[in-house]
């Protein structure tokens, strides 16, 4: 079964942090790169950042040097860390494969506010 769990989302002050969670089912976390996703009131989903299994990284530009990606094998976990938010990174936040299957879990809203 075919399962994303995020959490971690809040409402934050623009320059301050969070770290979101997902939880993944085994049998996809193990066999596929990962990505996280937002989507923004209005916009289409975009992905933010993808890992793959051994570890690579890659960002979009609007978060280089701010997000950082990152998974936990033992876990099947994936995070991302977050600094330095603004305003414009408020959305549903999603993870996924990276490309993504056509099952998304529920997200987990990030808004950054003053």
Known sequence: QVQ??????????????L???CVVSRSIFMNYAMGWY????GKQRELV???TRS????????????FT????????????????????????YYCNT???L???GQGTQVTVSS
Request: proline fraction near 6%; avoid cysteine; hydrophobic fraction near 35%.
């Open 4 to 17: 994303f769990v995020e959490s971690g989302g809040d409402l934050v002050q623009p320059g301050g942090s």
């Open 19 to 21: 770290r979101l969670s």
């Open 38 to 41: 937002r989507q923004a009131p």
């Open 49 to 51: 950042a993808a890992i």
């Open 55 to 66: 570890g690579s990284t890659n960002y979009a530009d609007f978060v280089k040097g701010r």
């Open 69 to 92: 990606i990152s998974r936990d094998n033992a876990k099947n976990t994936v995070y991302l860390q977050m600094n330095n938010l603004k305003p414009e990174d408020t959305a549903v």
């Open 98 to 100: 990276q490309p993504s």
């Open 102 to 104: 056509r099952i998304w």
